[in-house]
């Protein structure tokens, strides 16, 4: 008897947990004029995502045997795990109905789905299938990030160049996955960002971060010192302003850079930072790709309270010229952001 009673509560605190699906579902009753398209489109991404994180964990196993073997297989897992994800979420997008093409920065140009299904699809997807995958074999934690578009094209034919060159201002969905302690899909369209936590034990993601808020202060700073001396007078004079805040002088500031954006920017929207990947002078335009990886990151951040740029305009009002564009990247929160604009204008 008590043992039912105590699973009946089980399920009742079950029940309260949403999943990504039915959350998403939920979300398309409040408008009775969509057509579904979008969260079918993020319910994809998900089922992806399983899919790699499974690939993503098996690949410390695989860690663990090259390291005891003879041949060092890792750089060819890590290669691998790069086009594996790449190809499921490129599969994924196929055989869903939602989406009319893809572009990857893990491909040269974009791809648009040639079948009658797809060219009859609503929107285009852009992603990074695997960011950070350097960082694989010290089992760091890594990510996926996504951007989604309506086409600007007519639906029923198909997908061109300009449907993918929009800029990140246009964007009607953006999410990313952390595959780290545990594994987090983050997405956010114009109405909130929503966090769901896999839940390895029912292959679920479940609700566990509803309505994300960047906090507006925030005491993380989050940089490459590496580069310190390539960056320009301006921005060093920001971070020598953080140095100063930081611990070691008894401030409030502290510094922390895993060198996996998704981990370090999904750190600083949960607590409350800046992350910077300034121009060098070697390389004026930074690492960081606008269409793969700033712009998702932007537009969740912005949705959530905070701020992005490139250290002259917000990130989102930046027309791309082409698919692989870099750009300097200033992201987080909002205070924050403003007092470094102070440094940079
Ligand atoms: P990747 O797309 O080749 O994985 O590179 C992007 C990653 C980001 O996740 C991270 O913030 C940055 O590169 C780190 O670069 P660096 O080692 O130059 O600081
Ligand atoms: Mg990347």
Redo the contacts with the bound molecule.
Sequence with gaps: MLLLIQTLAMNIVNRQVLTLDEFTIQQLRQFPQATGELSGLLRDIGLAAKRINVEVNKAGLVDILGDAGEINVQGEDVKKLDVFANNQLTAVLHHGISCAGIAS?EIQDYVAFDDEVSKNSKYVCLF?P?????NIDVNVSIGTIFSVYRRVTSKGSIATREDFLQPGRSQVAAGYVVYGSSTMLVYATRRGVNGFTLDPSIGEFCLSHPGIKCPENGKIYSV?H??FFQYDARVKQYIDVCQKKAKADGGPYTQR?I????A?VHRNLIKGGIFM?PGTMDKPKG???LLY?CNPFAFITEVAGGKATDGKQPILDIKPMELHQRTPFFIGSKNMMEELESYLS
């Design positions: 920065e990074d695997l960011d950070g995958s350097g490459n590496g580069n850079y060198g996996s954006m998704v370090d990947y690492k960081l790709r990886e």
